[in-house]
């Protein structure tokens, strides 16, 4: 289990990545370089749309994590229109201090879980959101703490809400 640093700017995809002096810029190639249960620390800055799936799966007592580095400044997610801010279908992974968010367009949600379980959405801040702020579909044993959401769900016409 290893922890990664990935910057918004000023990173360098052939540094090591192993700390906030050498980041990795492109979460593609930090993707790529995780391992499943490994830690992923977002350093402030605004970021795209991002993912976790089943080939990054955690397991039981090590999630895979994906952070703030510094849980003052969380990252802004910011995703396309149509696209999640931030989507996980893996088992066993925990999301925290981020600030999500779909913009102004889409029907999407900030953070969707879908198909897995053993979930994690700890001090998140969900926000302006044309779907859901915070969600799972098709998940079991999904946790979520400590999260602020506010100004989601005004696209959809039904079956989204804040948290769900």
């Known amino acids: 289990m290893a922890t990664y640093y990935l910057a918004a700017t000023g990173g360098n995809d052939n540094a090591n990545g192993t700390s906030l002096t050498t ?44 952070t703030a580095a510094d849980p003052t400044k969380p990252p802004a997610i910011r995703s396309a229109q149509g696209v999640q801010g931030f989507w996980v279908n893996a088992n066993y992974v925990t999301v925290s201090y981020l600030d999500l968010s779909t913009g102004v367009t889409g029907l999407k949600a900030g953070l969707q879980a879908h198909a897995c379980h053993h979930i994690t959405v700890d001090h998140c801040i969900a926000h302006d959101s044309g779907g859901g702020g915070i969600m799972a579909t098709n998940a079991d044993y999904v946790t979520f703490t400590n999260n602020t959401v506010f100004g989601n769900c005004w696209a959809a016409s039904n079956d989204t809400s804040g948290i769900s």
Do not use: E, R
Request: no cysteine; net charge positive.
């Open 23 to 66: 980041p990795w810029a492109t979460y593609g190639h930090a993707y790529f370089a995780m391992k499943p249960s490994d830690t992923l620390k977002l350093l402030p800055g605004n970021y795209p749309a991002l993912y976790v799936n089943s080939d990054k799966a955690g397991v039981v007592g090590a999630p895979t994590v994906i």
